[in-house]
C-alpha cells in the first residue's frame, strides 16, 4: 500500500508560480506511474499531468499544457508539479495519485486508472 501527502499548496495572484510536492510512503515507488488530477467546485475531478515510472514519459491536460510541469525524484519518492503562469481557473483542489504499473512507460489518464490517492492541497489562484 502507498500513502501519498500533498503540499505545496496556497494563495497566489495570476501568473504567479507555485510548486506541488506529493510525498510517498513505501519502498516501491519506482512501482508506480504518477499523476496529478484537480477538482474545482462544482466541477468533476479532472486531469492534469501523468509521469511514467521512471521519469522518461510525460503527458499534459492540453489547458496545462506549456504552463505546468510534472517530475519526480525517485530516490525521495517524490513527484512534483510546477505551476508557472498560473490563471483564476486553475483554483482547484490539487490530487496526485499513484497507478502500480508493471510497464516502465506506461501512463494513466483516468483517474479510475489509479490505485491510490493522497487527500488533496487548495491552490487559489486570484485575479
Known amino acids: 500500500q502507498v500513502q501519498l501527502v500533498e503540499s505545496g499548496g496556497g494563495l497566489v495572484q495570476a501568473g504567479g508560480s507555485l510548486r506541488l510536492s506529493c510525498a510517498a510512503s513505501?519502498?516501491?515507488?519506482?512501482?508506480?506511474?504518477m499523476g496529478w488530477f484537480r477538482q474545482a467546485p462544482g466541477k468533476e475531478r479532472e486531469f492534469v499531468a501523468a509521469?511514467?515510472?521512471?521519469?522518461?514519459?510525460?503527458y499534459y491536460a492540453n489547458s496545462v499544457k506549456g504552463r505546468f510541469t510534472i517530475s519526480r525524484d525517485n530516490a525521495k519518492n517524490t513527484v512534483f508539479l510546477q505551476m508557472d503562469s498560473l490563471k483564476p481557473e486553475d483554483t482547484a483542489v490539487y490530487y496526485c495519485?499513484?497507478?502500480?504499473?508493471?510497464?516502465?512507460?506506461?501512463?494513466?489518464?483516468?483517474?479510475?486508472?489509479?490505485?491510490?490517492w493522497g487527500q488533496g492541497t487548495q491552490v487559489t489562484v486570484s485575479s
Open positions: 513505501g519502498r516501491t515507488f519506482t512501482m508506480y506511474a
Open positions: 509521469i511514467s515510472r521512471g521519469g522518461g514519459n510525460t
Open positions: 495519485a499513484a497507478d502500480r504499473t508493471a510497464y516502465s512507460d506506461s501512463i494513466a489518464y483516468g483517474s479510475y486508472e489509479y490505485d491510490y
